[in-house]
């Protein structure tokens, strides 16, 4: 089992910048892929960006603006936003693939406009 705790989010104007955490409870290895998902209201969950020992990627609505990386000694998982807009308003999630996929609580971003 895995629990993922996630912290940061909040609200922001629009152009301005969140990070985000996600701590796993255990030691994860580099080769488990981690992500960020985000759900708007009324639409599905959609990718945002996941990471893979050293190869990331990236929904196109997000790049160039947002950073996903991670540190394997924390077990931790990060995602620098910038540049946001009000279309990135969502709950935002974090994953893992540990022999089966584990969800974070989610955290509400908000960006006003």
């Known amino acids: 089992q895995v629990q993922l705790v996630e912290s940061g989010g909040g609200l922001v104007q629009a152009g301005g910048s969140l990070r985000f955490s996600c701590a796993a409870s255990?030691?994860?290895?580099?080769?488990?892929?981690m992500g960020w998902y985000r759900q708007a209201p009324g639409k599905q969950r959609e990718l945002v960006a996941t990471?893979?020992?050293?190869?990331?990627n990236y929904a196109d609505s997000v790049k160039g603006r947002f950073t996903i990386s991670r540190d394997n000694a924390k077990n931790t998982v990060y995602l620098q936003m910038n540049s946001l807009k009000p279309e990135d308003t969502a709950v935002y999630y974090c994953?893992?693939?540990?022999?089966?996929?584990?969800w974070g609580q989610g955290t509400q971003v908000t960006v006003s406009s």
């Open positions: 994953n893992v693939f540990y022999f089966k996929v584990y």
């Open positions: 255990r030691s994860i290895w580099s080769i488990n892929p």
């Open positions: 990471i893979t020992g050293g190869s990331t």
